[in-house]
């Protein structure tokens, strides 16, 4: 299946025909100006794979999943219909398990137990939509779960009336999330800043994060600040990670972050430790000297001390560039005298 998966969209991106007696015309450069004048993103093709086995399938979704995702990523606000032939369109493949848990293990059938519901998908786009661009492929990997119980005998308490709740919202989250990363990627960096600080979908706030902190914005730090509370783990990781990459030893970031190290999430904790010693400073140095010898686990507190170096370094760093070397000399420009 995932062979087949692979070829069909191989042939959907290279224009080709799985039809042999029907070839497709070529794409002229007419037909380029005319895709290149339509919104995007495009969409030309969406393949939907269920890859559950059969001996753990509850029931047979593939007409609703199909249904489900194809609604969600043509939805009002996501991506825009376009032609087969249309070379600056993308491609969509996603991939679906789902199942019933019982002490974790998978059974097609029980009384009890969780719904999962699993999709891998990728988008696959010429950059920004231009024919002759280079062709980008984005990834994203979600799943959700619900508890189930028909001990009475209700059908619509059952693992299969649970797995199917799960379809909708779980296909919108993927759209979402494609849509964000397709979109966000090459956009201006008003419209980064633009996105970070106002209400959108998980999946465009987690890209936006990325690229604010790729980018250096300065401009994001107050958006990136309120993420790292946000309900959604992976923008409250991606925000994390770009206030480390901006580098501001500012006593509301380092609250920020050494709120991210609460509660029990670890993922959240590392971030938040990696992008302390990153940025620097006082205190910064002070909360991770005392994460180095208080946290619970082994791993963080090693994780802990690393990054104490670090954030000493750097605040060393920038003590030398502010005052000048020892010998009393201001440092001139471009002799290695960097701030972190």
């Excluded at 019933?100 to 998978?106: F, P, S, Y």
């Excluded at 990781?237 to 972050?257: H, M």
Aim: one cysteine or more.
């Amino acid at each position: 299946m995932r062979a087949l998966v692979l070829a069909c969209l191989c042939l959907v991106l290279s224009g080709c025909q799985t039809d042999s007696s029907t070839p497709q015309a070529p794409v002229t450069q007419g037909d380029a100006a005319a895709a290149a004048a339509q919104p995007w993103p495009r969409l030309k093709a969406i393949i939907i794979a269920d890859l559950t086995a059969p001996e753990n399938r509850p029931v047979d979704l593939e007409a609703e999943e199909d249904k489900a995702v194809r609604g969600a990523l043509t939805a009002p606000g996501r991506f825009h219909s376009a032609l087969s032939k249309d070379p600056g369109a993308c491609a969509v493949e996603v991939k679906t398990f789902y199942g019933l848990l019982v002490n974790g293990e998978l059974t097609a059938k029980a009384d009890q137990g969780k719904a999962k519901l699993v999709m891998e998908a990728e988008a696959h786009c010429p950059t920004q939509g231009r024919s002759d661009g280079e062709v980008e492929t984005y990834r994203t990997t979600l799943f959700r779960e619900a508890p189930f119980s028909n001990v009475d005998g209700d059908p619509t308490t059952d693992g299969v009336a649970a797995l199917r709740a799960l379809l909708i919202p779980l296909s919108d989250q993927v759209a979402a999330t494609l849509y964000g990363q397709v979109t966000v990627r090459h956009a201006e960096d008003a419209d980064v800043l633009k996105a970070l600080s106002t209400e959108q979908p998980a999946g465009v706030l987690m890209e936006a994060a990325a690229e604010a902190g790729e980018r250096k914005l300065l401009g994001a730090l107050e958006s990136l600040i309120s993420l790292t509370g946000h309900d959604d783990d992976v923008v409250v990781l991606r925000a994390g990670a770009a206030l480390g990459l901006l580098g501001v030893a500012e006593d509301r970031v380092i609250t920020a972050l050494a709120a991210m190290t609460e509660g029990p999430d670890h993922e959240r904790h590392l971030i938040a430790v990696h992008a302390m010693g990153d940025i620097g400073g006082a205190r910064a140095a002070r909360y991770l000297d005392t994460l180095a010898v208080g946290h619970p686990r082994p791993a963080l507190r090693e994780a802990a001390r690393q990054a104490a170096k670090r954030a000493k370094r750097a605040k060393a760093r920038a003590t030398k560039t502010d005052t000048g070397d020892r010998s009393g000399h201001d440092a001139p420009p471009g002799t290695g005298a960097e701030r972190p």
